[in-house]
């Protein structure tokens, strides 16, 4: 089966740096997605991983590493803005994306 | 670039009527598109994936006969939600994936309300 677990609330401080985790054990892997989804809308693509290591995109990061079913994305320089769920999503090989329940993300002044 | 569009973005309807919603990948070809639907503070879930010129393939528990999925070209997939009832009521979100690679990207979402 396929199971992906992240951590379903965190909260930090404008400025600040959060890392939010997600490990994932599927049958395949194709690639790993990070999504950012505000309130009453539709996710947004932030990152791809397919091989191992750290893809930066301005403020946002992520980081794969494959053997040991592990990602993260990174964000810096938090914004009140940066308040939403952040949607980790596993690509098993067959084109769909299993999606973790993703981590609410609330950001305090 | 890769934008994907829905149409509607919200539609409200009568129990017992059919409803279209389109999505249609703007400046990228998608030979497969996703649908998905989330009730409130819920994760999304998979509908069916929806191939260019064959049939859909659907998850399990949704019925192929009430949702019905056309993927006439490239760029566009409709989902018909038939004989709708309050209980269809959702955000009903559509994927494309870029035949060039593997990302996936979302349209902006249609919110169903069945009275």
């Known amino acids: 089966g396929q199971n992906i677990d992240q951590p379903t609330e965190m909260t930090a401080t404008e400025g600040a740096i959060v890392q939010i985790n997600c490990t994932y054990q599927t049958s395949g892997f194709n690639g790993l997605f990070w999504y950012q989804q505000h309130a009453g809308e539709a996710p947004t693509f932030l990152s791809y991983n397919v091989l191992d290591g750290l893809e930066e995109k301005g403020r946002f990061s992520s980081f794969l590493s494959r053997s040991k079913g592990y990602s993260y994305l990174l964000l810096k320089e938090l914004q009140m803005k940066d308040s939403a769920s952040y949607l980790c999503?596993?690509?098993?090989?067959?084109?769909?994306?299993?999606f973790g329940k993703g981590t609410m993300l609330l950001v305090s002044p | 670039g890769a934008v994907v569009s829905q149409h509607p973005s919200w539609v409200i309807c009568k129990s017992g009527t059919s409803v279209k919603i389109e999505c249609r990948s703007l400046d990228f070809q998608a030979t497969t598109m996703f649908w998905y639907r989330q009730f409130p503070k819920q994760s999304l879930m998979l509908m069916a994936t929806?191939?260019?010129?064959?049939?859909?393939?659907?998850e399990q528990g949704v019925e192929k006969d009430k949702f019905l999925i056309n993927h006439a070209s490239l760029t566009l997939s409709t989902l018909t939600v038939t004989s709708a009832h309050p209980e269809d009521s959702s955000f009903y979100i559509c994927?494309?994936?870029?035949?060039?690679?593997?990302?996936?990207?979302f349209g902006p979402g249609t919110r169903l309300t069945v009275l």
């Open positions: 929806s191939n260019e010129g064959s049939k859909a393939t659907y």
């Open positions: 999503a596993v690509n098993s090989g067959y084109s769909t994306l299993t």
């Open positions: 994927s494309a994936r870029e035949n060039t690679g593997g990302a996936q990207y």
